[in-house]
């Protein structure tokens, strides 16, 4: 009953922006926590940014400085705002969103379909 839907995914060349999106639909009675992950060819998936329920943010370091995480609560939807990419960004980018369902005590953590990302030299 819940789904999350990336978007904003592509091609861009070293220096270049990108804003990544990932909506959250379904019975949803809550959000806590959202965050956003990647994971490289023959690397292991590594945390990007999150943000908590009452906005505090944290980033991985190799993004501190160029990455911004938001979220617009009213649409269930996170984003990942991406400046001055580099071509060690290029990975695919997974979004986490820690949700407690309509009828559903506990929180559980769902993942996004995983949008890649290509950041061109």
């Known amino acids: 009953q819940v789904q999350l839907v990336e978007s904003g995914g592509g091609l861009v060349q070293a220096g270049g922006s990108l804003r990544l999106s990932c909506a959250a639909s379904?019975?949803?009675?809550?959000?806590?926590?959202m965050g956003w992950y990647r994971q490289a060819p023959g690397k292991t998936r590594e945390l990007v940014a999150v943000i908590t329920g009452g906005g505090s943010t944290d980033y991985g370091d190799s993004v501190k400085g160029r990455f911004i995480i938001s979220r617009d609560n009213a649409k269930n939807t996170v984003y990942l705002q991406m400046n001055s990419l580099k071509f060690e960004d290029t990975a695919v980018y997974y979004c986490?969103?820690?949700?407690?369902?309509?009828?559903?005590?506990?929180?559980?953590?769902?993942w996004g379909q995983g949008t890649q990302v290509t950041v061109s030299s």
């Open positions: 986490n969103v820690e949700i407690v369902r309509l009828g559903i005590l506990r929180a559980i953590d769902y």
């Open positions: 379904g019975s949803i009675f809550s959000i806590n926590a």
